[in-house]
């Protein structure tokens, strides 16, 4: 039987997406998704040519040392390579609650829950807490996993200048004091490598009742007291209701955590469909985690080696005059100001076998547009006599 004459619409979602022009340019410049062939400690290799990294967030430098490996490799042959389940029904297992345990400690919490990345983890703890007809203060250049959770959450919104607690101050006097309030900063801004200023955030908190929610997805391992974070930075522990971040940096696995008190992570537990719906972290990545934990805090030359190659580093971009946006962690931009001038930057590092990320609005402020570089404790003299090279290169041809 004959199909009866029917009239062809266009589908216009394919046509947006097939004429989409930000996405011709990322194809024709080739500046973001590059895939390496190779990695052997601060090297990487990509269509046949070597680079030295430097934008990995691997800042301890131990997704290669031996014990984080080797405990990769002995979880994936006792539990195989994943739960297959949510914690909720099928997922959970002893080296989940083993890792959440040693994060809680370590970073001075009752409780923690681990996720499957930091994005659902940071997006969580926004999304699980607020709801409608609460307000979220938020610093403006917040990651995205958190403007996510904020739309998740129906919650109000009130945006704050970078880093300020003037302005915090300003618009919450402004608000009813019966409202539920939530403030939402990160501990180290990934773009900036700039530190909040918690003690005045907590302060300010405190004054208005507000629950105080941090990610320190690139504090952890970094600042504080052996690497337990900003909160530990400023001895700040108590103040901060929330810390939340990832694994995939310092940590040098992947994944994401929420710690709070343990009221405060069941009841995340019971709300969260993040946290409900998603897939267990896979054992070979919660035991990397666990073991990179334990390398934090037993083998501290590696944040004490951090911070030489940090302080070196920085010296050495300031030296060429170069804008770093007054970066204090191993997360150092350097702004170029405009998306043309820092593609030509990018393209000159890449040249002299340098690889770095850029990044231009909005990812960051107009007329903030960078290159994103971050250090890390594997980097060597050879890598910096390379390194050094590149940089006055892409500095004298821009």
């Not at 394919?14 to 996405?23: E, V």
């Not at 994005?119 to 699980?128: E, G, H, K, L, R």
């Not at 310092?250 to 992570?265: D, K």
Request: proline share 3%; glycine share 8%; with cysteine.
């Amino acid at each position: 039987m004959k199909r009866p004459f029917t009239v062809r619409t266009r589908k216009l979602l394919l046509d947006r997406c097939s004429s989409d022009t930000p996405t011709k340019l990322r194809r024709r410049y080739d500046i973001w998704y590059h895939t390496f062939d190779e990695q052997k400690g601060s090297r990487v290799w990509a269509r046949g040519r070597e680079y030295v990294m430097l934008s990995s967030n691997d800042y301890l430098g131990l997704s290669t040392h031996p014990k984080v490996v080797e405990a990769g490799q002995r979880a994936l042959a006792k539990w195989g390579s994943s739960t297959t389940g949510a914690r909720l029904a099928n997922g959970s297992r002893s080296y989940h609650t083993e890792l959440e345990e040693a994060l809680a400690a370590f970073v001075g919490k009752e409780a923690c829950h681990v996720t499957n990345a930091g994005y659902i983890s940071c997006m969580s703890s926004i999304a699980a807490f607020t709801q409608r007809g609460d307000v979220i203060l938020v610093d403006k250049n917040i990651h995205s996993c958190i403007w996510d959770g904020i739309r998740l959450s129906s919650a109000s919104v009130e945006r704050f200048s970078h880093n300020s607690p003037e302005h915090l101050r300003e618009i919450l006097v402004q608000l009813d004091p019966k409202t539920a309030k939530l403030l939402v900063i990160e501990g180290v801004y990934s773009m900036e490598g700039h530190i909040a200023p918690l003690p005045e955030f907590t302060e300010i908190a405190s004054e208005f009742g507000c629950m105080l929610v941090m990610d320190d997805a690139h504090g952890l391992g970094v600042l504080g007291d052996g690497g337990r974070g900003t909160a530990s930075h400023f001895g700040l522990e108590n103040e901060v209701d929330v810390i939340c971040g990832s694994l995939s940096k310092a940590l040098s696995s992947t994944g994401g955590f929420v710690a709070s008190s343990t009221e405060m992570i069941e009841f995340l537990r019971t709300h969260s469909r993040q946290t409900i719906f998603s897939a267990a972290i896979s054992p070979a990545q919660a035991a990397c985690a666990l073991a990179a934990l334990e390398v934090i805090q037993t083998e501290p030359e590696h944040l004490t080696r951090l911070w030489e190659n940090t302080r070196r580093y920085r010296n050495l971009v300031t030296s060429l005059g170069l804008d770093v946006w007054g970066s204090d962690t191993p997360a150092v931009p350097i702004v170029l100001g405009s998306k043309e001038r820092a593609y030509e930057f990018w393209k000159r590092l890449m040249e002299k076998g340098v690889f770095s990320v850029m990044s231009i609005a909005p990812g960051v402020p107009v007329g903030k547009d960078l290159v994103r570089t971050a250090v890390s404790a594997r980097h060597s003299e050879e890598d910096f006599a390379i390194i050094e090279r590149a940089l006055a290169h892409a500095a004298r041809r821009i």
